[in-house]
């Protein structure tokens, strides 16, 4: 079984102030980890993924992720957010065992403020 | 690339009747495809894996007589609804998987309101 924690229900920061959300997840097997934005009303886009290799990975809309495996971490970075960055954002589990199916967190809304 | 559809966007239906929504992969094949529900301010929760040519796995808790789904074609599922009550309004949203792909994409969701 896999599990997903998001610690921060609700960020709210300044706009071009850093930000970072945190993810920690718990897993038997080897996992992938993805960050999801999504938009009011809208459905989930891919921030960006850990598959393997390099820990630090990079994404779209300038956000970052380090996968730390020692502390079952991956916390998500952005050095300078805009107001368009509002949103909620989604941390996701898989084994990389081939079952394919995630487990999602609770969310955590960010809210930049002008 | 990787986009997927989902129609329609909004559905509001009276209660009783049976609602169908349709999820799209438009440039590539989805031999599995996946259908969530989200209530307000919550995250995703999976209602079944559906695998082109076969039946859906539902999980735990999801009625499977009550969520039909069809994955008759790798470019296509559908979710139907059946005997709507106002307690299914939700946000459903899919998404699609293509074989061996480590990624999902997701459709834009779509809401349903049931009076």
């Known amino acids: 079984a896999q599990s997903v924690t998001q610690l921060d229900s609700q960020v709210p920061v300044f706009e071009e102030a850093p930000v970072e959300l945190r993810c920690n997840y718990s897993?038997?097997?080897?996992?992938?980890l993805f960050w999801y934005v999504q938009y009011p009303n809208q459905g989930l886009q891919l921030l960006l993924k850990y598959l393997s290799g390099s820990t630090l990975v990079k994404g779209i809309n300038g956000f970052e992720a380090e996968f730390n495996k020692s502390q079952t971490s991956f916390h998500l970075r952005k050095p300078s957010v805009h107001i368009s960055d509002t949103a909620e954002y989604f941390c996701?589990?898989?084994?990389?065992?081939?079952?394919?199916?995630?487990?999602f967190g609770r969310g955590t809304s960010l809210i930049v403020h002008p | 690339g990787a986009v997927v559809s989902q129609h329609p966007s909004w559905v509001i239906c009276k209660s009783g009747t049976s609602v169908k929504i349709e999820c799209r992969s438009l440039d590539f094949q989805a031999t599995t495809m996946f259908w969530y529900r989200q209530f307000p301010k919550q995250s995703l929760m999976l209602m079944a894996t559906s695998n082109e040519g076969s039946k859906a796995t539902y999980e735990q808790g999801v009625e499977k007589d009550k969520f039909l789904i069809n994955h008759a074609s790798l470019t296509l599922s559908t979710l139907t609804v059946t005997s709507a009550h106002p307690e299914d309004s939700s946000f459903y949203i899919c998404?699609?998987?293509?074989?061996?792909?480590?990624?999902?994409?997701f459709g834009p969701g779509t809401r349903l309101l049931v009076l």
């Open positions: 998404s699609a998987r293509a074989s061996g792909a480590e990624t999902q994409y």
């Open positions: 897993s038997s097997v080897s996992v992938y």
């Open positions: 996701a589990v898989e084994s990389s065992g081939g079952s394919y199916i995630p487990t």
